[in-house]
């Protein structure tokens, strides 16, 4: 189970703005929160160190970088045992066009998000990757026409809202 961590309204403050520029050094993130820099600086590292922000990345354009087709992809098993549920992890950790990957309820056992060049590529993902290893039973994809929302910042209002 997650534990969940209490934030105040200087916490929630700096996880916005992180949110929105995670380039922001302390002292103009200091300044957009009102704190000094140094308890900005103090805040901002216990909010590493206990996990709430995980980490800070770039977001690449992947249709300029050649990744122009984006799949949402519903894998069901063949058998649903652990062993099989352990070689099916195996196996997604090894793609690299596999942007998400998520375990659901319902008639499929996961859903996978995955971006690749073009049809051919996306053809052999498929028909060498997926549906012939021994923890696939079926597969169904489906290729993104266009996106209408994407890297939306987490909804921290809602969050201090539940606390």
Known sequence: MTRTIQLDAFDLRILTALQADARLTNAELAERVT??????????????????V??????LDPATLGLGVVVFTRVTLATHSG????????LVRRLDCVLEAHALTG??????????????????????SLLPHESVASVRT?????TLKEGAPLPLAASARDA
């Open 83 to 90: 062993d099989n549920a352990r070689r099916f992890a195996d």
């Open 54 to 59: 995980r980490g800070y990345r770039a977001d």
């Open 35 to 52: 704190l000094s820099a140094s308890q900005c600086s103090r805040r901002r590292l216990r909010l590493e160190r206990d996990g709430v």
């Open 142 to 146: 489906s290729v993104v026409l266009d």
């Open 107 to 128: 008639d499929s056992d996961y859903l996978l998000k995955m971006v690749v060049p073009d049809l051919k590529s996306l053809s052999a993902v498929v028909n060498e």
